[in-house]
């Protein structure tokens, strides 16, 4: 499986960006997608997260703010985040686990500020 995202950049606080993540190759079997954070000297956490059928799940922080969906057919997952805050600057990762395994693609960069 093979994982392309876009959509990070530059933002200031209160505005929007919306990522999106492609998977292609053996992507028969995903069943969840999720997109995780790191930022510069903490820990990696998961911000959403999807199933196949759409139940969804959140980290507290972001819950109301940012949403997470996916279109089955183009086996893509986005994510739309709303009032951005400066600690939501990070680099943002997508994940999806097929038959078991999961497979993550390379980051794009969120920055929020002023």
């Known amino acids: 499986v093979q994982l392309q995202a876009s959509g990070g950049g530059l933002v200031q606080p209160g505005g929007s960006l919306r990522l999106s993540c492609a998977a292609s190759?053996?992507?028969?079997?995903?069943?969840?997608m999720a997109w995780y954070r790191q930022a510069p000297g903490k820990q990696r956490e998961l911000v959403a997260g999807?199933?196949?059928?759409?139940?969804?799940n959140y980290v507290d922080s972001v819950r109301g703010r940012f949403t997470i969906s996916r279109d089955n057919a183009k086996s893509t997952v986005y994510l739309q985040m709303n009032s951005l805050r400066p600690e939501d600057t990070a680099v943002y990762l997508c994940?999806?686990?097929?038959?078991?395994?999961?497979?993550w693609g390379q980051g794009t960069l969120v920055t929020v500020s002023s």
């Open positions: 190759g053996s992507i028969f079997g995903i069943n969840y």
């Open positions: 994940n999806v686990v097929r038959l078991g395994l999961g497979f």
């Open positions: 999807i199933t196949r059928d759409g139940v969804t």
